[in-house]
């Protein structure tokens, strides 16, 4: 990662971690241990790559930045509480290196109230439920603070309502199509559907923080503004690029580096885009070799090597790479339309980190 | 129920109904399921009693109700999306005589994707949670729209805000409580967590639905304003009456009238205020007869009875209709303070009606 990027995603950290830890909105909740679980994924750190978006977007268009530090923290929560429902629906039990916040909350039926086993996955589950829930209206509430940031009334209010319109339902339409796809027929699924929902679960998001810092910079309640959708597609297209290099990474990344995400979609039997353009591609006797590769509980060397050279052979491989190309190259126009600033840079070097973190 | 309250409270349903029927969120929703899911609970009837709340609550204060619709529906919004959830969570496959979200989406993974009874319940729950989620959003949404009515964009933020602060964390706060409950030691539980817990989960929504009526009708963001503090009490008593009747009539009400209802509350051992009433006045020996009569499948006369006159020997069956008094009596002497009109008395039918929907 450049060091300037670097240095400034820190500034962001510190700015945002502050804000969310000092926030008042979970002090009244109740049980203490639900209001632990609402703030524990968004104070839990992370790179606060979403806020530093939003303001980093501001700036370009020579807004005034101090106007969006509680949008700017919206969007983290925002970010978090669909993280924990994520996690009781895949069955997911770390996030972060600690346990995720169902799992953490089954220890509490466990320890505090003696549940036995099948009790205690419930309870943890019925908790982590109403944690993501309150912190959805945490989100809520905390880009309606932008008042107090000194953003319009109007343009808070626009900014909520495309938080609905645009992420609430197609976040969560993509999700929903996400645990839909591993139970649907092959032959139901296509390349389309897998793109469409990755812009949803990655995209959306990421562009409602391109939209809102660029609504807040022009102070327009507009969303069809040129700039302000250039600036949205310019973030969904790098989300879309970044998702189509994780899922690639996910097969053909190193072993040494990505350790054991290596195959984990294969064993999930995951449709990513990746197994979509290799499973079009290949004869029924090859389709029969690449199902007796899927599901594996654990992927060595040698099964890697024979999935790799199925999506090698197919083309599949080079067309996926090509497509986060397009994405990035896509995004990277759309930035240098506007005026060369340091807030250009960053998010140039933003972009091309999300699609090579080994930078 | 009067006549006019019967005729008034239908106007509100069909205005509510057409709104919500109408309402284009839902429609880019994918998959067609969850958006079905999505409008299933909002657009399935009921009799709106807390759209009406707001609307009237505007009218008492000669507010212009024509700037109330959206507002109206959000709050019906919020209130089904935390039925989807509580369902999920209280295991209720019934609402409205029909089956709850989770059980008819775990009906679609059974025969559209042929899953087996375990993963069939696993996606229905899902999709549910998936389902609560967007709805949230949407009564989100829908409150903010409430500028299109006419609403002050300042106006709008404040009762977007208030929803959030005051409906979103301690609603949820409630339930959360409520499900504790019942895995507590009964020597950790008290009236009062009990008389919070029913403030919270019944009794603020209701309150908001007040506030939310008289701030559209004043133009005012201010929730401290002595006339919105006010009648917001008025509807949270109001709410918390309710909730003690309804707990009262689920052990002494009529068989014939409330059927199978009747003794659900003991068969959960549910921590009612009527139940922890009777127990901290019990002696052992006593305790441990009504400790014998709980958690029972069904209940007859018999048990019943000897549960009734377990509660009436305390004396429990007597406070608990003395504070669902104290309340109704709080909640119509607010009332009493504004003019007399259409409204009022509608309101003051209202509340009787909450109270005794034998009416």
């Avoid at 008042?147 to 999700?175: F, K």
């Avoid at 060595?300 to 052979?313: F, H, P, S, T």
Wanted: proline share 3%; charged share 25%.
């Amino acid at each position: 990662m450049p060091l300037i990027l670097k240095t400034e995603l820190a500034d962001v950290a510190s700015q945002i971690n502050a804000l969310l830890q000092a926030d008042d909105y979970p002090n009244i909740i109740q049980p203490e241990y639900l209001k632990e679980a609402v703030r524990a994924y968004p104070c839990s750190g992370g790179k606060r790559l979403r806020p530093a978006l939003l303001i980093w977007t501001c700036g370009l268009l020579e807004g005034c930045i101090e106007k969006t530090p509680h949008a700017a923290a919206a969007v983290e929560i925002y970010h978090n509480w669909t993280l924990v429902h994520d996690d009781i629906i895949d069955n997911d039990d770390i996030r972060r290196g600690e346990l995720s916040t169902h799992c953490k909350l089954a220890e509490i039926g466990r320890n505090d109230y003696a549940l036995d086993a099948g009790a205690a996955v419930k309870f943890g589950r019925d908790f982590a439920i109403l944690a993501g829930d309150i912190q959805q209206g945490w989100a809520v509430n905390m880009l309606l603070k932008s008042v107090e940031d000194g953003v319009d009334p109007a343009v808070a209010t626009a900014l909520c309502r495309r938080l609905q319109e645009l992420v609430n339902r197609e976040l969560i339409s993509g999700e929903a199509v996400d645990v839909q796809m591993p139970v649907m027929n092959r032959s139901h699924l296509s390349s389309a559907m897998v793109m469409e929902m990755i812009r949803q679960k990655t995209g959306v998001l990421l562009r409602f923080c391109a939209e809102a810092g660029a609504a807040i910079a022009l102070e327009l309640t507009d969303f069809f503004d040129p700039q302000i959708a250039a600036l949205g597609r310019f973030a969904e297209a790098a989300g879309v690029a970044f998702q189509l290099r994780d899922d690639w990474l996910g097969v053909f990344g190193d072993f040494e580096k990505f350790g054991k995400t290596i195959g984990s979609d294969l064993t999930e039997r995951k449709p990513t885009l990746l197994l979509m353009e290799t499973w079009s591609r290949l004869s029924a006797s090859k389709r029969e070799e690449l199902e007796s590769l899927m599901g594996l509980p654990e992927y060595g060397a040698i099964e890697i090597e024979r999935v790799r050279a199925l999506m090698q052979d197919t083309g599949a491989d080079k067309i996926v790479r090509e497509m986060a190309d397009f994405h990035v190259e896509e995004s990277r126009n759309i930035l240098l339309q506007f005026p060369d600033s340091k807030y250009r840079e960053l998010l140039l070097d933003f972009t091309n980190y999300l699609v090579d973190r080994s930078l």
